[in-house]
């Protein structure tokens, strides 16, 4: 009788199923990889845009309308960086003035992992997918606000 080479069906399910479990263990770790890149990618753009308007305020005396005044017509930074987690969307921060133009009081929000726009502080200890905004502000004391209590 002749032997055949084939794999059984056994075999097939045995390496099925190692390939499943191996899948359920490392998509959720890609996946919190993923939300805390974002959120270092928004606390460094939170950054830079925090350098351009200070330059801003200091040439104007105000702070800018928009974001997009920040790159026209003196560019205080070349693009207006837009929210990772509103890709592919191409959506830019929310950027608020408090009291009017006149005043430096401004806060900078990204959506975070759930996307939406609810001014809740992010916080990582309520999980990497919890609900909340990353929010960056600049108060009169001169101290900035960071997830985490980064400063």
């Known amino acids: ?15 099925a199923s ?35 308007i200070g330059a801003f305020i200091v040439d104007h005396n105000t702070s800018p309308a928009g974001l997009a005044t920040l790159t026209r017509p003196t560019a205080y930074i ?15 921060y929310h950027y608020t003035v408090r009291g009017g133009l006149d005043y430096t009081d401004w806060v900078l929000m990204g959506r975070g992992p759930d996307k939406i726009l609810d001014q809740i ?8 997918r919890s609900a909340g905004d990353i929010i960056y502000e600049r108060k009169p004391s001169l101290r900035y606000y960071w ?4 400063q």
Do not use: C, W
Request: net charge negative; no cysteine.
């Open 147 to 150: 997830p985490e209590s980064e």
């Open 18 to 52: 190692i390939i499943a479990i191996l899948s359920a263990i490392a998509v959720p770790n890609y996946m919190e990889a993923q939300v805390r890149s974002k959120v270092a990618r928004t606390q460094n753009d939170h950054r830079a845009l925090t350098t351009a």
């Open 78 to 92: 070349t693009t207006v960086p837009v929210d990772p987690f509103l890709l592919p969307e191409q959506q830019p």
């Open 1 to 15: 009788m002749k032997k055949s080479s084939a794999f059984t069906l056994i075999e097939i399910l045995i390496a």
């Open 121 to 128: 502080r992010y916080d990582t200890t309520n999980g990497t």
